[in-house]
């Protein structure tokens, strides 16, 4: 019979990293925002960057996020992660044109509305929907600032 050996916290994760690249990214299993996810135990789940962090640098403090220098999800190289709190997270992902608006259901970013608001001209509303994947009334209300003022 196979003698069985568990594997540490920091083993089982790091075996799942390809380091090949820039970015060390995580090839095990994902979240539908595109971050990864580790089981740190049955029933206590992580995104892969936060259990990085804590396996490189120690605990998280309470009220910050782990944030990424290089804008890729998947990457969990600790020198690509940095601490941030809120406002940090916000200004660092209004710096990189990632955040889409307060609406976390919002389809269309900053830069959307912008080149919406650019291309517009009269009747082809319907194009720039399909294009950005939005109905028409979305269209009409970010040209006429009813939304994204």
Same mark, same amino acid.
């Given at each position: 019979?196979?003698?069985?050996?568990?594997?540490?916290?920091?083993?089982?994760?790091?075996?799942?990293?390809?380091?090949?690249?820039?970015?060390?990214?995580?090839?095990?299993?994902?979240?539908?925002?595109?971050?990864?996810?580790?089981?740190?135990?049955?029933?206590?789940?992580?995104?892969?960057? +936060?259990?990085?962090? #804590?396996? &490189?640098?120690?605990?998280?403090? !309470?009220?910050?996020?782990?944030?990424? $220098?290089?804008?890729? %999800?998947?990457?969990?190289?600790?020198?690509?992660?940095?601490?941030?709190?809120?406002?940090?997270?916000?200004?660092?992902?209004?710096?990189?044109? +990632?955040?889409?608006? #307060?609406? &976390?259901?919002?389809?269309?970013? !900053?830069?959307?509305?912008?080149?919406? $608001?650019?291309?517009? %001209?009269?009747?082809?509303?319907?194009?720039?929907?399909?294009?950005?994947?939005?109905?028409?009334?979305?269209?009409?209300?970010?040209?006429?600032?009813?939304?994204?003022?």
């Amino acid at each position: 019979m196979g003698r069985y050996v568990r594997l540490t916290l920091a083993a089982r994760f790091w075996r799942k990293v390809d380091r090949s690249g820039e970015c060390w990214e995580w090839r095990g299993a994902q979240v539908l925002a595109g971050y990864g996810y580790f089981g740190i135990s049955h029933g206590i789940p992580s995104h892969a960057h +936060r259990v990085a962090w #804590v396996l &490189t640098y120690g605990a998280i403090p !309470r009220g910050l996020f782990v944030c990424h $220098r290089c804008d890729n %999800r998947l990457c969990v190289r600790p020198t690509h992660l940095f601490l941030g709190d809120a406002l940090t997270n916000m200004r660092d992902m209004d710096a990189k044109g +990632r955040r889409r608006s #307060v609406v &976390t259901r919002a389809k269309l970013s !900053r830069a959307d509305v912008e080149a919406i $608001r650019a291309s517009y %001209r009269w009747g082809d509303g319907g194009t720039l929907a399909k294009v950005y994947g939005v109905n028409s009334s979305t269209i009409s209300r970010v040209v006429n600032e009813k939304r994204w003022r």
